[in-house]
Nanobody, 122 residues
């Protein structure tokens, strides 16, 4: 059974940092692209960052470019999202997901975690 478990969310003031982590199990993790997505109340889920199968390529949404960094460790089956210079508009539930495309589109991802909440106060 495929399982993705996120951790590292919390509450922080604007300008602060958080590091999210996602552990994958139950399948051949290093053959999949990995992505981080977020969903704020009343809004659609949106792609934040994605990383290639060996970590060599990354892509970010314009809204987080220069502030967030995605990384993966295939030996540990983990994918992390380092979030710096956080803004109130970054407040959302954050999800990691696996997919077979280098994409920020939700329809390209097959398996999803349950999410971890990030709240940024001004």
């Amino acid at each position: 059974e495929v399982e993705l478990v996120e951790s590292g969310g919390g509450s922080v003031q604007a300008g602060g940092s958080l590091r999210l982590s996602c552990v994958a199990s139950g399948y051949i993790y290093n053959r999949d692209y990995m992505g981080w997505f977020r969903q704020a109340p009343g809004k659609e889920r949106e792609g934040v960052a994605t990383i290639g199968t060996n970590g060599a390529i990354t892509y970010y949404a314009d809204s987080v470019k220069g502030r967030f960094t995605i990384s993966r460790d295939n030996a540990k089956n983990t994918v992390d999202l380092q979030m710096n210079s956080l803004k109130p508009e970054d407040t959302a539930m954050y999800y990691c997901a696996t997919g077979r495309a280098f994409s920020l589109q939700t329809y390209d991802y097959r398996y999803w975690g349950q999410g971890t909440q990030v709240t940024v106060s001004s």
